[in-house]
């Protein structure tokens, strides 16, 4: 089985909602945009069923160069991640 294009999405989640594949795409851009400020806002973003988007602060740590072997400081960063639902976990495996 084919992994689904976007295109693909667009097309299918247009006739869910019964809208053009355009308007599918327009309506799915609002949704990524409302994920992303919720993220940047309160550091989650939940999907109920499915999982949550959260905001993490990885702290700095200490690396090696895979080329040279050598010791490599890596700073703090932030760092979004899923987390997938366990109903969610359990229904795919």
């Given at each position: 089985m084919a992994k689904l294009t976007k295109s693909q999405f667009m097309a299918t989640f247009g006739e869910f909602l019964g809208v053009s594949?355009?308007?599918?795409?327009?309506?799915?851009?609002q949704f990524v945009a409302l994920a992303i400020k919720e993220v940047k806002e309160n550091g989650e973003f939940p999907?109920?069923?499915l999982g949550k988007l959260v905001r993490k602060e990885?702290?700095?740590r200490?690396?090696?160069?895979?080329?040279?072997?050598?010791?490599?400081?890596?700073?703090?960063?932030t760092v979004v991640k899923f987390r997938v639902?366990?109903?969610?976990?359990?229904?795919?495996l």
């Open positions: 594949k355009k308007e599918a795409a327009e309506k799915w851009d999907l109920p069923g990885r702290a700095a200490m690396g090696r160069n895979p080329m040279t072997g050598e010791s490599i400081s890596i700073p703090a960063k639902a366990k109903a969610a976990k359990e229904a795919v």
